[in-house]
């Protein structure tokens, strides 16, 4: 009998043991799973633009949104912004306040690619612009932006380049006085000389100096790495001597214009350098993917993922 209940003690104690074995299990395997799912910790605030991930999330924004946040990206910049409706800019806005993301820059004002305007110094051309900036401020409030893009426009062939920037300093001071009260920042983007033939401005050096001579916490540079490898190398060089004067960034490999890592831009060394720096602002993600499809927007993510973990 002593046996008999030695034994049966011993089958229940093994079962208990068993099937709390396989509960600790089951609750370390949950655990795990959640932190899982859990999103990744950027160190910068890489922002991704509507479409990026189109096949991941579908076709509409405001999914495309909360599958950007879900992936730990925490800001996000869309250059048409000004152009959508009223209402869907709402929508926008208040789903990344839910999301706890930034609203990077979008496109103040029309661009000229083909003509003078600021460069010109034609009232018309300027005061043209300055509505443009007027009606942005209303839109930079609405969705919560901070910053706004701005692009001088084509060369004036006819005009030395002294008096071209000449024109644009005082267009951009005006423009100044218009951002100014609200705390909204145009973000002046040179843009390289073979996708973008004939532009005024094209060089860090040459926003540098514009930027100095406008003297406005409302005008900074816009430094655009993909860009500037092309215009000019050099890039942290020229980053470090812009520094006090770039307000945002923007991304994409060379030659390609596609996520870092399928190119010959050393993005890791250039984020590391950034970071250390101290950048708090916005990293736009302004470049296409290396493949069409689903597969391809996982590999901008773990390509952000690979450079981000270098810091």
């Known amino acids: 009998m002593q046996r008999r209940k030695f034994v049966q003690h011993s089958l229940i104690a093994g079962l208990g043991a068993s099937v709390a074995g396989t509960i600790g299990a089951f609750a370390s395997e949950k655990k795990s799973e959640k932190k899982a799912k859990q999103p990744h910790a950027f160190n910068l ?9 189109k096949h991941s999330a579908g076709g509409d924004i405001i999914s495309q949104l909360e599958f950007m946040a879900a992936q730990g990206f925490t800001a996000f910049e869309d250059n ?25 820059v979008f496109v103040a004002h029309k661009i000229y690619w083909s003509e003078p305007n600021l460069t010109s110094g034609d009232e018309g051309k300027r005061e043209e612009f300055l509505t443009d900036i007027r009606k ?6 609405r969705v919560n932006a901070q910053w706004v893009t701005v692009v001088p426009g084509y060369r004036d062939l006819r005009l030395e380049p002294g008096y071209q920037t000449a024109n644009v300093v005082e267009s951009l001071k005006r423009a100044s006085a218009i951002l100014e009260p609200h705390g909204i920042v145009m973000v002046l983007e040179p843009l390289n000389y073979m996708n973008h033939p004939g ?34 190398g050099n890039l942290i060089p020229n980053i470090e001597a812009s520094w006090d004067e770039i307000a945002y960034f923007q991304v994409g490999d060379n030659p390609g214009r596609n996520e870092p890592t399928t190119g010959e ?11 250390n720096r101290g950048f708090d602002g916005i990293v736009g993600m302004e470049h296409g993917n290396s493949r ?20």
Not at 45 to 53: D, Q, S, T, V
Not at 136 to 141: F, I, R
Not at 217 to 227: F, N
């Open 45 to 53: 605030k890489y922002a991704p633009h509507e479409g990026m991930f």
């Open 80 to 104: 048409e912004m000004r152009n959508r409706p009223v209402n869907l800019q709402e929508a926008i806005a208040n789903t990344m306040q839910k999301l706890n993301m930034e609203m990077g």
């Open 136 to 141: 942005s401020v209303e839109v930079a409030k």
């Open 199 to 232: 532009m005024f401005l094209s060089k860090s050096a040459q926003a540098y100096e514009i930027c100095k001579a406008v003297a406005s916490p409302s005008c900074k540079i816009l430094y655009d790495i993909y860009h500037q490898q092309i215009t000019e």
């Open 265 to 275: 831009i050393n993005y890791k060394n250039v984020f590391k350098y950034i970071h």
């Open 292 to 311: 069409p499809d689903g597969v391809g927007e996982l590999a901008v993510i773990d390509a952000y993922k690979q450079v981000d973990d270098f810091i």
